[in-house]
């Protein structure tokens, strides 16, 4: 299959990554390969890599920005573990919780320093100064997602149009980027890249909604991560709005009231999952997300993309949204 081939090419070049950096001081590199190291679906430098195919052949030109990428996605994810305490990534202990807070912070730090050096490999064809503007307001905006995030755990009011703008920032508009720097290295033609950026924002917005169902019904052992994560942050996801317009008072006053506890403890747990079940909120949340997956096929079938390579997008949006079924 053409996309595991991309996905084993790029755990080779990664690897050549991960021998390069040093040895010391203990804890900042070590943190880097810890977290890099890990068993990933690696969906970002797979979609800069097809990003890049979808035009021209030789896709090995766009590896930098692949791996820029995926090391600048790994750094938020060792700070997004910071916030939201969480103890485990990837079935493994989080870099902060291996090497403590004030090491996993410079962990984070570096490796955003790296994906910009990383960048400047790129060859002199390209248009890095796109480039790095394309990857710094991108940058700029997950971060003004995460902070959205943190804030809609202290409110109540919130919408779900809202919430979709705070996944837009926080999670899709990296996927969006992804495919795009593939289609900037290999073409001039911007109005396509941006094409492809939509394609990914949108894919990325089904995406996250499929996490937050897999983050309560998905398999813990396939996730690495303890089931009911974000009911016990107290995180509004797709499936808590979805049942707070669909439940009844009594549990649509349990499911408000517990976003003002002090502690959500594990019956909490039982009992908010109990509910979504009760209203069926497991087939409305795959509903939503098949809903937009066909929204984001149908800008592939409008666009003059060569039929093969189209067709791998299509499986590989396809096999992001319906995983784990």
Known sequence: MFLQQLKSEFEEHLKDFLKELPEKPYGLYDGIRHILDADAKRLRPVAVLLGYYLFKDDYHRAMPAALAVEVFHNFTLVHDDIMDEATVRRGKASVHQKFGKNTAIMVGDIMLIAAYRILLHLDEEVDIDLVLELFSDTAGQICEGQVLDMEFEREVAVSKEEYLNMVGLKTAVLLGLSFQLGAVIATDDFEKSERLYQFGYKLGLAFQVMDDWIDAFGDEKKTGKRRGGDIYRKKKTWLWFSAIEMADESDRAF???????????????????????????????????????????????????????????????????????
């Not at 066909?294 to 993309?305: A, F, G, K, V, W």
């Open 255 to 325: 499911l408000e009231e517990l976003m003002d506890a002090d502690e959500v403890r594990e019956r909490d747990v039982r009992r908010v999952l109990d509910i979504y079940h009760l209203y069926d909120i497991p087939t409305v949340v795959k509903d939503f997300a098949d809903s937009l997956l066909e929204q984001t096929l149908e800008s592939i079938r409008d666009s003059d993309i060569q039929a093969d390579r189209a067709e791998i997008l299509v499986k590989l949006a396809r096999d992001l949204v319906q995983r784990d079924r």
